[in-house]
């Protein structure tokens, strides 16, 4: 009866984070995308930004979002 338990704690502990990093990898992608197309959107408060910076930070975003992206598909915890 324990071993159940633990095995559905195990399993809605997966459950919940499989959900959190999917839902952070859209929010942080959706976030440099912004960045990255600023111009295009026209989003005059992210023009005002210099674009060295701007870039980076999308960059970054992306690839850190990518990364949470694949720890959500995978579920190895």
Do not use: T
Request: avoid cysteine; glycine fraction near 6%.
């Amino acid at each position: 009866m324990e071993q159940d338990f633990r095995e559905k704690q195990k399993k809605s502990y997966r459950m919940m984070r499989m959900i959190y990093d999917l839902s952070m990898a859209v929010f942080i992608l959706g976030m440099a995308f912004i960045l990255l197309l600023a111009e295009q959107l026209k989003i005059e408060q992210l023009m005002l930004v210099d674009p060295m910076y701007r870039y980076l930070m999308g960059s970054v975003s992306v690839l850190y979002g990518g990364y949470r992206l694949y720890r959500g598909i995978k579920r190895d915890y």
